[in-house]
T-cell receptor, first 113, second 114 residues
Framework: AQSVTQPDIHITVSEGASLELRCNYSYGATPYLFWYVQSPGQGLQLLLK??????LVQGIKGFEAEFKRSQSSFNLRKPSVHWSDAAEYFC???????????FGTGTRLLVSP | ETGVTQTPRHLVMGMTNKKSLKCEQHLGHNAMYWYKQSAKKPLELMFVYSLEERVENNSVPSRFSPECPNSSHLFLHLHTLQPEDSALYLC?????????????FGPGTRLTVT
């Protein structure tokens, strides 16, 4: 069965600093991988996804993620964080052939001035 | 975001009440989903509907009863809930379920069971 681990519950980053959020997954085949963001009182918004091909994927709002098969990781990065990036970030893995997403527990990003 | 709407946004109900959550998508999608988001737990997929047929029921207790009358509307009927059912209930929709399509989420209904 698929599973996703986000080891950091909270991360605080200074505005303008770089960001990396960690995600490790467990899945027997090449997975579909996603990063979602949830602002307070809002639903989830897709930041980016990896299906196949180039292992570095670009998303919205200046985010990118790199798929590393050898490490079973799909870490999210942003070179310069803005205060509006403060939110909760979820990594998810999907099984091929069916739209069943398995989510991690999320990482809450706090941005300090 | 008006692609997927959910009503009500907040709901407080007693354990003996019956209530319904409503989800509507304006994206022309064919698949709809209910998720449960509890504090400190991963999002849990509850139900999936594809072309108005239920294709997934993720071992959800019978006190939760979904209904999908057409491809634009999804309901979650609630009865005799328990306090541990308090959570954020998220609805999502996608173009389909055969290939992988992005799921679009609504803002959720915050449910409190007293």
């Amino acid at each position: 069965a698929q599973s996703v681990t986000q080891p950091d519950i909270h991360i605080t980053v200074s505005e303008g600093a770089s960001l990396e959020l960690r995600c490790n997954y467990s899945y027997g085949a090449t997975p579909y991988l996603f990063w979602y963001v949830q602002s307070p009182g809002q639903g989830l918004q897709l930041l980016l996804k990896y299906f196949s091909g180039d292992t570095l994927v670009q998303g919205i709002k200046g985010f990118e993620a790199e798929f590393k098969r050898s490490q079973s990781s799909f870490n999210l990065r942003k070179p310069s964080v803005h205060w509006s990036d403060a939110a909760e970030y979820f990594c998810a893995v999907g099984a091929r052939g069916f739209q069943k997403l398995v989510f991690g527990t999320g990482t809450r990003l706090l941005v300090s001035p | 975001e008006t692609g997927v709407t959910q009503t009500p946004r907040h709901l407080v109900m007693g354990m003996t009440n019956k209530k319904s959550l409503k989800c509507e998508q304006h994206l022309g999608h064919n698949a709809m989903y209910w998720y449960k988001q509890s504090a400190k737990k991963p999002l849990e997929l509850m139900f999936v509907y594809s072309l108005e047929e239920r294709v997934e029921n993720n071992s959800v207790p019978s006190r939760f009863s979904p209904e999908c009358p057409n491809s634009s509307h999804l309901f979650l009927h609630l009865h005799t809930l328990q306090p541990e059912d308090s959570a954020l209930y998220l609805c999502a929709s996608s173009q389909g379920t055969g290939e992988w399509y992005e799921q679009y989420f609504g803002p959720g209904t915050r449910l409190t069971v007293t």
